[in-house]
């Protein structure tokens, strides 16, 4: 009889250029797993456009397939780039509105940690997709983020400062949540 693998799954959320995809990286070239990226990317690649609203079923199902992917692996650690909840909050910041689909999908998953990246003490990088160079906006986003968070009892930490300090945070919460340990919640 073999033993189940449990997969821990760790979410990295908040406002563009916030350190989540290098983050991501960071913690799975420290504990293994894998990695699952942004959807919305790889869509906007393959199109050469910006998107629009028609387009946000489609960007929710392709990062959905990809989440499902991996988790039908089951590795030890499911490292998230970010999840429908980013898709939520871009369609309702550019569109005004969101599938309402997408929250009860979110909401039928589990995860174990989100760590939610503030955009105060990194510089935003232009890299050809980001759209929010003002920090009042990826503020909002972020507080739009963490409302959500709360909001829906997710568990959560909230991740600030610069990237050493980032790193170390990150690193000591996925490191607590593979010991079994339950990670404390933001005030």
Known sequence: MSAV???????LCGPESSGKSWLSG????????????????????????????ADIPSIARGQLAWEDAARAAS???????THLLSNML??????????PWL????????????LLLSPEGVPWVADGQRTQP????RQQFFEASLHWLQDHDQPYHIIEGDWATRQALALE???????????VLSL
């Open 26 to 53: 960071q913690i799975q070239a420290r504990f293994g797993g894998l990695v699952v990226g942004e959807y919305v990317r790889h869509f906007i690649d393959q199109h050469c456009r910006d998107t629009c609203y």
């Open 75 to 81: 590795p030890s650690l499911l490292i998230l780039d």
């Open 134 to 137: 003002d920090v009042r906006e």
């Open 173 to 183: 919460l996925v490191a607590s949540t593979l010991r079994g340990s339950e990670p």
């Open 103 to 114: 929250e009860q999908a979110l909401l039928d998953r589990h995860y174990d940690l989100h």
């Open 90 to 99: 871009w369609s309702q910041t550019l569109f005004g509105d969101c599938p």
């Open 5 to 11: 693998t449990s997969t821990q799954v760790v979410v």
